[in-house]
């Protein structure tokens, strides 16, 4: 298992249309060998539907798929060796575990296809793997959300896939559990090194486990970077409030001033003009002595939890405009108190919506 | 039940006095109907039930034994008898085996599937549901009759399918179409198809996925479908009447034979042959209820 063979896949210029609304919009994509890429993006952005093109159980309406510079869209779904996990398992309810994980033997070309003891012994090292070999003998419906999803990836394994694909492994399953197979997903990967790719609506768990992040947003690709990146960086303003949380303010900016209400910002325009946001991370926003930073704002409310203390701010001169800041601990903070806040890191994308 | 309800409230009352109020409330709330208006109720439906259903298949079998069991297997024995019972028996096999195959297509169509005329179809199926059965009867005759589209060309070639087995399974098939489709179709709608996309991806031909995957799937839906259609198909009288030119022991059904030997008033034999049929209504409804454990035990695997 350990020299699984590894594939490089390539997406390009992929539409696809569901009668007039566009569900995929000229989307690119590489995946290196090896890698484990997660698909991010709000419910219905298009991530299911990108992963069952790649799969094969849906056809693009235009673009290209390959793996490894050879066609994929040319074969079946049955031919291109690609592993999927569905979001809803979509285990066989009538067979065992057993015959679950045994079916892509089972079922190959006679001239390929192992002998009953190497099908046992295959399928015992999967169920192994997955750490479930006492399920053997149950049906699916005598299992947790957490064992049929892992008895789901180890049906998918089970045809050595090149490819492995997962949507939404977790999605529905309780926080805790999620945590858990979370660290085992990426332990896994690590072990059997098959090119994957997950796809999650859940940001913490795509930054914590993929190498690579793709962030989707109505059926194009928003930006594509390490999940530092994807946080510290954000290409658009979409990224921004979709990855961590930011304070988002409505900013216009002209001649290179940027003005909130009338009060004109001590930051930079950053080279957008006209009605823009002003995105600060909330961690970001510098708590000072009034007249030094950007904005000046009477605290309302404090929270102390762990190591930070969170406030609501509201603005002064523009009392509907309510910021909640992290600052540390000893930046003792109390309700009524006038500060500063001055942006340490920020981002201004043009557009309002 | 109650011995639940009186530990939680002596136990919880001090912390929680809610549950000790709600449980009673709910429990008139299930029982409205005072005792009287529940008896009157009940009685009703068993009167109702006994006088329709049990007394008349009670006769039929006390009239089918009146002359005595020699009487009884001497009707059966009969050659038209035994015509009867084997065209019966040839025509529901060759018709269900039909529907077995149309039903189980269109069903997988229109469950697995998305396309034009779609709605249409599933009206299709409807059809014989809502048409008389003379009247499905008719159409064949329409068709097949001297007169009809195709009685020419058969003539000149020879066939018989008018009062013949042909038209006889025809108008069968017809008439029980809907029963094995209606069966499958919500349930492999239920189903959805992503087993089956899994079978697919996992190599297996669209042939394998079908017979791994979607029928056993679907298994006792279908054994239900089955048995309903072919109840109906052995007790189907009014179509196949108007097909079958009545040739005595050649094209009459048991139900055909019941009536012809009834209005002779040869009544020992026209019981004889109904007593098969409620026979077989009767283990048509043990099979449905053993069927019907099978199917809600195969419910909660559907859900993830
Ligand atoms: N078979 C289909 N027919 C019509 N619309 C579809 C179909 N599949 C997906 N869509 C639409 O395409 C969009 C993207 O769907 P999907 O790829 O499932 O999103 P995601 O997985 O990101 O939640 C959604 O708006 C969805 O309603
Ligand atoms: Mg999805």
Redo the contacts between chains.
Sequence with gaps: MKDSPQVTIEVRNIVKQFGAFRALDNVDLKVANGELLALLGPSGSGKTTLLRIIAGLDWPDAGEVSFDGENALARGAGERHVGFVFQHYALFRHMTVFENVAFGLRVQPRAVRKDEAAIRARVKELLDLVQLDWLAGRYPSQLSGGQRQRIALARALAIEPRILLLDEPFGALDAKVRKELRQWLRSLHEEINVTSIFVTHDQEEALEVANRVVVMDKGRIEQIGTPGDVYDNPATAFVHSFIGESIILPVDVSEGHVKLGSRVLNVDANGASGPSKLFVRRHDMHVGPVGEGAFDGTVRRVRSFGPIQRADIALNGDGDTLVEIDAPRDRNLTAGDIVSLQPRRYRIFAGRD | MTLVTIETSTSAAAVQPFPSRVAPLARRDARTEPRLVRGIIITLALTFLTVFVVLPLALVFLEAFSKGVGFYLKALADPEALAAIWLTLVTAAISVSLNLVFGVAAAWAIAKFEFRGKTLLITLIDLPFSVSPVISGLVFVLLFGAQGFFGPWLMAHGIHVLFALPAIVLATAFVTFPFVARELIPLMQEQGS??E?????????GW?TFL??TL??VKWGLLYGVLLCNARAMGEFGAVSVVSGHIRGETNTMPLLVEILYNEYQLVGAFAIASLLAFLALVTLIVKTILEGHLDEGQ?????
């Design positions: 992503q087993e996309e899994a079978a697919i991806s996992l190599g297996a031909s394998r791994l995957v056993p799937n909660p695997a559907s859900d993830d």
